[in-house]
């Protein structure tokens, strides 16, 4: 049965994933399309039929985006600025740039308190040793990092009282768990904490994003671009930082100044964990202004990656090397299935919201089924050596984790295949990715609190 809404809808996502109109932009057009619809149907036109008549005489979405382009250039180039006193955006005026220097440098300031009361190592990032006190920084690294972006957040949201409360306790209780958590040698469950307690964060972080409206799918969706973007925007930031430190290391070693100390001891230090909160900010105040960044990397190495792991399969299975009896093997393998993953949501992030199969809709499928092969063949390594060698949390996390995202890639396998055969249209791949969502938020939860309980906080 013809959808008008969604086919409405369709058309006008089309507009804006070009990236070159802005929202007023697409509903007045939008609103044409109404118009001619209901000229034609007061001649007697069906429903579909009006609309694919209006959508020919209006023209299609990528002849409009095209031809606005032309015209409006400046508007593209100009929203490529991260600040504009004429526009108000998340960092559009001095105030918002200034809160975001302000919340960049309290996540450096964060992260030197233990040290300045004795309470961690003088240097615990980059003179590293395993050190009961060592541990313990490592424990609360989330800790230092995020305050400053859940306070974004809850500044760009307005400070809502009940999502704010909400939010903040959510954060706290986690904070005063994982921090009064004993840490015992081996210290496995602290690195188990210390990660799971990352993405614990950053979940409450996209429930702030999406202003506590989880249930809805779209919102959950620029969740997932925007964790892609912030992860390039932090490669890009921390590349230019490296690249500055060098260049200002060779200047002042022409005058025979050593600043190396100043800049490991203090200024990088800051920098460590200044950018991801440079990073998440200016992630967010660029959404859906230019083309997204990581969803186009990802298009562009997912047919690089499955070519790879197509011939990584062959060559597995054809050498002498055994998945079962190799460990660096298995590690890598595991880490091959992580990074498939990783391509597979950002591909479909990328994705313009037709329903008709491309090309990418054909080698995702292949990469999930490839995906799928080969985290079987590591749940089994990992089960042969859980039987062989015992039980441990870093084996118990692995399992676990490789267990969710065979659930994961099953799922994407099924809505592929009832989307190739027209049974659902794309928006069923879309939507099993927003909703699996909260398994992993599940499973940081089972990491950080419960599993370092069961196995002693070793």
Same mark, same amino acid.
């Given at each position: 049965?013809?959808d008008?809404?969604?086919?409405? +809808?369709?058309?006008a ?5 070009k =990236?070159?109109m802005?929202?007023?932009?697409v509903? +007045?057009?939008?609103h ?5 619809m209901?000229?034609l149907?007061?001649?007697g036109?069906?429903?579909d039929e009006a ?5 020919r ?5 990528y002849q ?6 032309k ?5 593209i180039?100009k929203?490529l600025?991260?600040?504009d006193?004429d526009?108000t955006?998340s960092?559009?005026?001095? @105030?918002d740039?200034g809160?975001v ?6 996540a ?7 040290s300045?009361?004795?309470m961690a190592p *003088? &240097?615990?990032? @980059?003179?590293?040793s395993?050190?009961?006190?060592a541990?313990?920084y490592l424990?609360?690294?989330p800790?230092f990092?995020f305050?400053s972006?859940?306070f ?5 949201a307005?400070?809502?009282p009940v999502?704010?409360f909400?939010v ?5 209780t986690?904070?005063?768990?994982s921090h009064?958590y ?7 469950s ?7 307690l990352?993405i614990y964060?950053?979940f ?6 999406v202003?506590g409206?989880?249930?809805n799918?779209d919102?959950?969706?620029?969740f997932?671009r925007?964790t =892609?973007?912030?992860f390039?925007?932090?490669v890009?930031?921390s590349c ?6 060098? @260049?200002?290391?060779?200047?002042f ?7 190396s100390?100043i800049?490991s001891?203090?200024?990088l230090y800051?920098?460590?964990?200044a ?8 992630a967010d *105040?660029?959404k859906s202004v ?7 990397l990802?298009k562009?190495?997912t047919?690089?990656?499955?070519v790879?792991?197509l011939?990584f399969t ?6 002498s090397?055994?998945i079962?009896?190799?460990r &660096?093997i298995?590690?890598?393998s ?5 990074f498939a993953l990783?391509?597979i949501?950002y591909?479909?992030?990328?994705r313009?919201?037709?329903d008709c199969v491309?090309a990418? &809709?054909?080698?995702? @499928?292949v990469?999930?089924?490839v995906?799928i092969?080969v985290d079987?063949?590591?749940l089994?390594?990992? =089960? ?14 692995s ?8 659930g994961?890639?099953?799922g ?17 791949v879309?939507?099993?990715l927003?909703s699996?969502l909260?398994?992993?938020l =599940?499973w940081?939860?089972v990491?950080?609190?419960?599993l ?7």
């Amino acid at each position: 049965m013809f959808d008008l809404n969604r086919q409405i +809808e369709s058309w006008a996502d089309q507009l804006r994933v070009k =990236g070159k109109m802005e929202e007023d932009q697409v509903l +007045e057009i939008t609103h044409h399309l109404e118009d001619e619809m209901d000229e034609l149907r007061s001649v007697g036109l069906s429903v579909d039929e009006a609309f694919f008549i209006a959508v020919r005489r209006i023209g299609s979405s990528y002849q409009l985006s095209k031809e606005f382009a032309k015209i409006n250039r400046n508007i593209i180039w100009k929203n490529l600025e991260l600040w504009d006193s004429d526009k108000t955006n998340s960092i559009g005026s001095w @105030f918002d740039l200034g809160l975001v220097v302000v919340l960049a440098l309290c996540a450096g300031i964060f992260s030197k308190l233990p040290s300045w009361f004795g309470m961690a190592p *003088a &240097d615990p990032l @980059f003179k590293w040793s395993i050190t009961l006190r060592a541990i313990t920084y490592l424990k609360s690294v989330p800790l230092f990092v995020f305050p400053s972006i859940l306070f974004y957040f809850m500044h760009k949201a307005g400070f809502k009282p009940v999502m704010s409360f909400i939010v903040t306790g959510l954060f706290g209780t986690a904070a005063l768990v994982s921090h009064f958590y004993p840490s015992v040698a081996p210290f496995h469950s602290a690195y188990i904490i210390s990660s799971h307690l990352f993405i614990y964060c950053w979940f409450l972080t996209g429930f702030l994003f999406v202003s506590g409206n989880w249930k809805n799918h779209d919102l959950r969706m620029d969740f997932v671009r925007l964790t =892609g973007e912030t992860f390039i925007y932090g490669v890009l930031i921390s590349c230019g930082v490296f690249a500055l430190v060098i @260049f200002t290391n060779i200047i002042f070693q022409t005058i025979r100044v050593d600043i190396s100390r100043i800049f490991s001891g203090e200024i990088l230090y800051f920098l460590v964990f200044a950018i991801p909160v440079i990073a998440v900010i200016f992630a967010d *105040a660029k959404k859906s202004v230019i083309e997204n960044m990581a969803p186009v990397l990802a298009k562009i190495f997912t047919p690089l990656f499955l070519v790879t792991m197509l011939v990584f399969t062959v060559v597995f299975f054809t050498s002498s090397e055994s998945i079962f009896a190799n460990r &660096d093997i298995l590690i890598i393998s595991s880490s091959f299935s992580v990074f498939a993953l990783a391509l597979i949501f950002y591909t479909i992030s990328a994705r313009k919201p037709v329903d008709c199969v491309n090309a990418f &809709d054909v080698m995702n @499928f292949v990469l999930v089924a490839v995906a799928i092969v080969v985290d079987v063949i590591v749940l089994a390594a990992m =089960g042969v050596r859980i039987g062989q060698y015992g039980y441990s949390i870093n084996k118990v996390v692995s399992f676990g984790l490789n267990i969710i995202m065979l659930g994961n890639l099953i799922g994407f396998f099924v809505c592929y295949i009832l989307f190739f055969i027209n049974k659902q249209g794309y928006k069923i791949v879309e939507k099993f990715l927003t909703s699996y969502l909260i398994v992993y938020l =599940g499973w940081s939860i089972v990491g950080c609190f419960v599993l370092p309980v069961v196995f002693g906080f070793q």
